[in-house]
C-alpha cells in the first residue's frame, strides 16, 4: 500500500517522456494492463494502480449500488483522490504530458477525472459508461481521446457511449471513436486503434 492510498505497478521511465496511466476494469488488478502500456511507450513511465473498492471481492476504483448505478459521493471522492494521485507522480517522475488508458471501471475514473480536473493530455476510454450527464465546466482544448466501444455491449450502451463522446466533444476535445460488433470485451480492432493512437501522437 502507498501513502496515497493505490496498490500499484510502476516502470519509472526517463525523465522528460510522458507518463502513463493504466487503469483495470471490475475484478482486474494492477497487471491487467501493465504489459499492454509498456508495449505502447516503452520510454514512458507506466503507472497502475489498483481500485481501492472491493465489490464481493473484486477491484474497482469507486463504489456503486448496480450496474449503471453510481454512488455519485464516493465517485467524488475517487477522482479527487486519483487526480491527486496522478499530478504527484507526474511531478516526482518529471513527466512531459499525461497519458491516460482505462477499461470499464478503469475508463470511467479516467473519463470522470478528465471531466472534473482535465489533466489528462491523451485518454483512451474502452467500454466507458458514465450514466448521467456531467456538468460542463472547463474547456477540454486540446486533450485527445479515443473512445472504443461494442456495438452489443449489454454494460455500456451505444447510447450512453455515445453521449460521452459528444459531452467530451461539446467541452473541445478531439475525440474519435471505434466499434467492434460484439460486447463487453476487447477486440483486436480496438488494440489496433488504441496502437494507432498513441504512435500517432
Same mark, same amino acid.
Given at each position: 500500500?502507498?501513502?496515497?492510498?493505490?496498490?500499484?505497478?510502476?516502470?519509472?521511465?526517463?525523465?522528460?517522456?510522458?507518463?502513463?496511466?493504466?487503469?483495470?476494469?471490475?475484478?482486474?488488478?494492477?497487471?491487467?494492463?501493465?504489459?499492454?502500456?509498456?508495449?505502447?511507450?516503452?520510454?514512458?513511465?507506466?503507472?497502475?494502480?489498483?481500485?481501492?473498492?472491493?465489490?464481493?471481492?473484486?477491484?474497482?476504483?469507486?463504489?456503486?449500488?448496480?450496474?449503471?448505478?453510481?454512488?455519485?459521493?464516493?465517485?467524488?471522492?475517487?477522482?479527487?483522490?486519483?487526480?491527486?494521485?496522478?499530478?504527484? *507522480?507526474?511531478?516526482?517522475?518529471?513527466?512531459?504530458?499525461?497519458?491516460?488508458?482505462?477499461?470499464?471501471?478503469?475508463?470511467?475514473?479516467?473519463?470522470?477525472?478528465?471531466?472534473?480536473?482535465?489533466?489528462?493530455?491523451?485518454?483512451?476510454?474502452?467500454?466507458?459508461?458514465?450514466?448521467? %450527464?456531467?456538468?460542463?465546466?472547463?474547456?477540454?482544448?486540446?486533450?485527445?481521446?479515443?473512445?472504443?466501444?461494442?456495438?452489443?455491449?449489454?454494460?455500456?450502451?451505444?447510447?450512453?457511449?455515445?453521449?460521452?463522446? %459528444?459531452?467530451?466533444?461539446?467541452?473541445?476535445?478531439?475525440?474519435?471513436?471505434?466499434?467492434?460488433?460484439?460486447?463487453?470485451?476487447?477486440?483486436?480492432?480496438?488494440?489496433?486503434?488504441?496502437?494507432?493512437? *498513441?504512435?500517432?501522437?
Amino acid at each position: 500500500m502507498t501513502e496515497s492510498g493505490y496498490v500499484h505497478r510502476l516502470h519509472a521511465g526517463a525523465p522528460g517522456k510522458p507518463i502513463l496511466i493504466v487503469l483495470h476494469g471490475t475484478g482486474g488488478d494492477e497487471n491487467q494492463l501493465f504489459d499492454f502500456g509498456r508495449q505502447l511507450l516503452p520510454e514512458a513511465t507506466v503507472l497502475a494502480p489498483r481500485g481501492d473498492v472491493s465489490e464481493h471481492g473484486a477491484a474497482r476504483f469507486f463504489r456503486r449500488s448496480g450496474e449503471g448505478a453510481y454512488d455519485m459521493v464516493d465517485l467524488s471522492r475517487a477522482t479527487e483522490k486519483m487526480a491527486a494521485y496522478v499530478k504527484a *507522480f507526474a511531478d516526482e517522475y518529471q513527466a512531459s504530458r499525461i497519458f491516460g488508458l482505462g477499461f470499464s471501471n478503469g475508463a470511467n475514473i479516467l473519463a470522470n477525472v478528465l471531466i472534473e480536473k482535465g489533466i489528462f493530455d491523451l485518454a483512451v476510454l474502452m467500454h466507458p459508461l458514465i450514466p448521467f %450527464q456531467p456538468e460542463a465546466n472547463s474547456t477540454l482544448a486540446g486533450r485527445k481521446v479515443l473512445v472504443t466501444a461494442g456495438r452489443r455491449d449489454p454494460i455500456a450502451p451505444m447510447a450512453v457511449t455515445e453521449a460521452l463522446s %459528444q459531452h467530451l466533444k461539446g467541452r473541445g476535445a478531439e475525440v474519435g471513436t471505434v466499434w467492434h460488433p460484439g460486447g463487453h470485451e476487447i477486440a483486436p480492432l480496438e488494440i489496433d486503434a488504441v496502437r494507432d493512437f *498513441f504512435s500517432g501522437d
